[in-house]
């Protein structure tokens, strides 16, 4: 059974630091796409940065790029979400997501592609 758990979340100001952990279990496809979503209240979830760990292609959404970095450990089996340069709207949930990449180069944005969700860690950013 694939299970995924995030850490790392908690409460800075603007223009500081954090780094979100998602550590996975039972997973044994290869290779796979890791995605990072994130949902504020009342809005969708959306996919902020993806992985895909063929050949470890990174992509990031717009309002990301510059300031966050995904990674992943593979001999500890972690992925990791470096967030630099918060500002207040990148207050949400956090959540990490897998899925086989299925024959594909290159990862999805869209939620509906991921397979397997962690519980999500909440990121607040005050101003």
């Known amino acids: 059974q694939v299970m995924l758990a995030e850490s790392g979340g908690g409460s800075v100001q603007a223009g500081g630091s954090l780094k979100l952990t998602c550590a996975a279990s039972?997973?044994?496809?290869?290779?796979?796409?890791v995605g990072w979503f994130r949902q504020a209240p009342g809005k969708q979830r959306e996919g902020v940065a993806t992985?895909?760990?063929?050949?470890?292609?990174?992509t990031y959404t717009d309002s990301v790029k510059g300031r966050f970095t995904v990674s992943r450990d593979n001999y500890k089996n972690m992925n990791y979400l470096d967030m630099n340069a918060l500002k207040p709207d990148d207050t949400a949930m956090y959540f990490c997501?897998?899925?086989?990449?299925?024959?594909?180069?290159?990862?999805?944005?869209?939620?509906?592609?991921?397979?397997?969700w962690g519980q999500g860690t909440q990121v607040t950013v005050s101003s």
């Open positions: 992985l895909f760990t063929g050949d470890s292609k990174t």
């Open positions: 039972g997973y044994t496809y290869d290779p796979y796409c």
């Open positions: 997501a897998a899925t086989s990449a299925g024959g594909r180069t290159e990862c999805s944005f869209e939620r509906y592609d991921y397979n397997y």
